[in-house]
C-alpha cells in the first residue's frame, strides 16, 4: 500500500492498493474505498458483500476487505475535521451499524480513477457544521497540541474542558464513539505516518510519538487497520 497524500491537519489520507486483504478491524477515521479496477468485497458483522467498486465505512465498524486481482484508492478522513463533518452529514455516518455501497455520489470524486482531494475539500468548504459540545472540542484541541510530547489522561484533560474525568470519558464516548484513549491513539499513528513518509524507520516513528517499543505500535496499528504497519508505510 503506497501513500499517495497525507495531511494531518486537514484529517485526511489517501492510499492506493492492489491485491491485498486485510483481517477484521476497526477504526476511528472514515474509510472511503473507490475501486479504479476489477472489484472488492468488504465483510461486516452483517456479512459479505462483494462485487463492489464504491463503499463508505463509518467510523468504528468491524469489517475486513479484499481488493485481489484489482487496485483500489483509500481515503481515510478524520471526523472531526471539515472534511470529515462533510462526510459524516451527507452520508448520514452518525450510526455504526451499516456500510453505504456502490454510491453514485462518489463517481464526481474520482474522474479519473484516483480521488480528486481538490474536488472532494471544494464540496467540503460548502460549510459542515458541528453539533459537538464546545467542552469537548476543547478537550480534542488539547489532545491535539500535546498528544505526542507526553502521557495524556483523562485526569488532566478533564481540567481544560472543564468537566468531571468521568463525565469527561462517558460525553466524549457518547458525541465521537471512540474512548479519549482511542482517539490519542489514533493522533499517534498519523503522527507515525508522516514521519515514515519523511524517512524514518518503523521504530523512530513509534518512539517519537510516545509508543514505549516498536512492538507496541504494531500491536496498534494492526488493530486498528488490519494490516502490519511495515506492509502499509514501506512498501
Request: charged share 15%; proline share 4%; with cysteine.
Amino acid at each position: 500500500m503506497s501513500i499517495a497524500l497525507l495531511n494531518i491537519e486537514k484529517g485526511y489520507a489517501t492510499f492506493s492498493r492492489s491485491n491485498y486483504t486485510t483481517r477484521k478491524h476497526a477504526h476511528y477515521a472514515i474509510e472511503i474505498v473507490y475501486c479504479t479496477e476489477g472489484d472488492f468485497t468488504i465483510t461486516t458483522s452483517e456479512g459479505s458483500y462483494p462485487h463492489l467498486k464504491n463503499v463508505i465505512i463509518p467510523p468504528n465498524l468491524q469489517h475486513s476487505f479484499s481488493c485481489v486481482n484489482a487496485t483500489c484508492q483509500l481515503l481515510f478522513l478524520d471526523p472531526l475535521s471539515d472534511i470529515g463533518r462533510y462526510f459524516m452529514q451527507q452520508f448520514q455516518l452518525t450510526s455504526p451499524a451499516h456500510i453505504s455501497m456502490n454510491l453514485p455520489e462518489l463517481e464526481p470524486f474520482h474522474p479519473t480513477g484516483a480521488t480528486d482531494l481538490a474536488q472532494v475539500l471544494e464540496n467540503a468548504a460548502t460549510g459542515a457544521t458541528t453539533g459537538i459540545d464546545s467542552r469537548i472540542l476543547q478537550c480534542v484541541d488539547t489532545i491535539n497540541a500535546f498528544f505526542a510530547d507526553q502521557k495524556l489522561s483523562v485526569a488532566q484533560l478533564s481540567g481544560s474542558s472543564f468537566l468531571s474525568a468521568g463525565r469527561l470519558s462517558h460525553l466524549f464516548k457518547a458525541q465521537l464513539g471512540i474512548s479519549v484513549h482511542q482517539y490519542i491513539l489514533w493522533k499517534k499513528i498519523s503522527l507515525a505516518v508522516l514521519k515514515a513518509e519523511q524517512g524514518y524507520s518503523l521504530t523512530e516513528c513509534a518512539h517519537h510519538v510516545g509508543f514505549t517499543d516498536s512492538s507496541h505500535f504494531n500491536k496498534v496499528f494492526y488493530r486498528m487497520f488490519g494490516l502490519k504497519p511495515f506492509f502499509v508505510l514501506k512498501s
